[in-house]
Nanobody
Framework: QVTLVESGGGLVTIGGSLRLSCAAS????????MGWFRQAPGKEREFVATINWSGSSTYYGDSVKGRFTISRDNAKNTVYLEMNNLKPEDTAVYYCAVHARPFRPPRLANFGSWGQGTQVTVSS
C-alpha cells in the first residue's frame, strides 16, 4: 500500500512560480508512472501531467503545456511539479496519483492511490 503526500502549495501572485512535491511512503513508486491532477471549486478533476517510471517521458495537459514541468527523483521516492508563469485559472487543489494503467490519453479512472492534495491559489 502506497501513501502519497503532496506539499508545496500556497498563495502566489500572477506570473509567479511554485514547486509542488509528492512524497511516497509505504512502498517504492520507482517502477510506476505517476501523475498530477487538479480540481478547482465546482469543477471536475483535471489532468495536469504524467511522467513515466524512469522520468524519460512526460505528457501534459494543454492548459499547462510550456509552463509546468513534471519530474521525479526515484532515490527519494518523490515526484515534483514545477509551475511557472502562474495564472488565476491555475488556482485549484493539486493531487498526485499513481498512473496504474498508463494509457494515453490519461484518464482519471486509470489513476489510484491519490494523495490528500495541496492548495494552490494564484492572486493579483
Amino acid at each position: 500500500q502506497v501513501t502519497l503526500v503532496e506539499s508545496g502549495g500556497g498563495l502566489v501572485t500572477i506570473g509567479g512560480s511554485l514547486r509542488l512535491s509528492c512524497a511516497a511512503s509505504g512502498r517504492s513508486v520507482s517502477s510506476y508512472d505517476m501523475g498530477w491532477f487538479r480540481q478547482a471549486p465546482g469543477k471536475e478533476r483535471e489532468f495536469v501531467a504524467t511522467i513515466n517510471w524512469s522520468g524519460s517521458s512526460t505528457y501534459y495537459g494543454d492548459s499547462v503545456k510550456g509552463r509546468f514541468t513534471i519530474s521525479r527523483d526515484n532515490a527519494k521516492n518523490t515526484v515534483y511539479l514545477e509551475m511557472n508563469n502562474l495564472k488565476p485559472e491555475d488556482t485549484a487543489v493539486y493531487y498526485c496519483a499513481v498512473h496504474a494503467r498508463p494509457f494515453r490519453p490519461p484518464r482519471l479512472a486509470n489513476f489510484g492511490s491519490w494523495g490528500q492534495g495541496t492548495q494552490v491559489t494564484v492572486s493579483s
